[in-house]
């Protein structure tokens, strides 16, 4: 929803093209596919459930993503292992709401890891957008925001302000992206990233 207000604003420098959806709401009773469809913007469906093993299910949703030749791809609430295509390796975007390499991993997400975060104990946490390879919340970190973390938060009031970060982070990565200011350094798997200087 964050990134169509922000495409529809006309701050985002990039066009989103298709959305492909691995259920068929989305939690939480927002209703962004309805409003995508609404707005003109295909949304597809892929339910894992359909398939009898994560290949099939891979192919299928690379088939669907191969009909738009995308040049990005944003992973947003996307909870699946996508076995990322050769040809799509740096061009695949995940956010997560933590600051990474801390509490990411396989069943890390949502309130777990806002959980995690308190239950540890930390004075700060935030949102981490990266590069995503084929394992879980890894890949080059692009940019990361941070938030204070107070002595009476709790899981859903962290949440709330992580994710004021996450609506500010994501565009600002997507088009560091578009206008051609990131560079892997290394590769997908343990390199880094830089931010080129526009050109004058």
């Known amino acids: 929803m964050n990134m169509l207000d922000v ?27 309805e409003r995508c469809e609404n ?36 992973l947003a609430g996307y909870l699946k292992l996508w076995q990322i295509p050769e040809k799509y390796l740096g061009k695949v975007m995940n956010i997560h709401p933590a600051l990474l390499p801390k509490y990411g991993g396989k069943g890390f997400y949502g309130m777990r890891v806002h959980n995690a975060v308190l239950n540890a104990g930390e004075k700060e946490s935030g949102c981490t957008v990266h590069f ?36 500010l982070a994501y565009p600002e990565a997507i088009n560091l992206f578009a206008d051609g200011r990131l560079r892997v350094v290394g590769n997908i798997n343990i390199g880094t990233v830089e931010i080129v200087e526009p050109e004058a």
Request: proline share 5%; with cysteine.
């Open 39 to 74: 707005e003109g913007i295909p949304v597809k469906f892929i339910l894992p459930n359909e398939y009898e093993n994560r290949q099939k299910f891979w192919d299928e949703q690379n088939k669907k993503v191969d009909e738009f030749t995308p040049d990005l791809i944003a």
């Open 132 to 167: 995503a390879n084929n394992e879980y919340d890894s890949g080059p970190i692009i940019l990361q925001k941070k938030v204070q973390i107070f002595a009476n938060d709790t899981a859903e009031t962290l949440k709330k302000r992580v994710f004021k970060q996450e609506c």
């Open 7 to 33: 495409q529809n604003a006309g701050k985002l420098h990039a066009e989103i093209v298709c959305v492909i959806s691995s259920k068929r709401k989305c939690d939480e009773n927002l209703p962004v596919l």
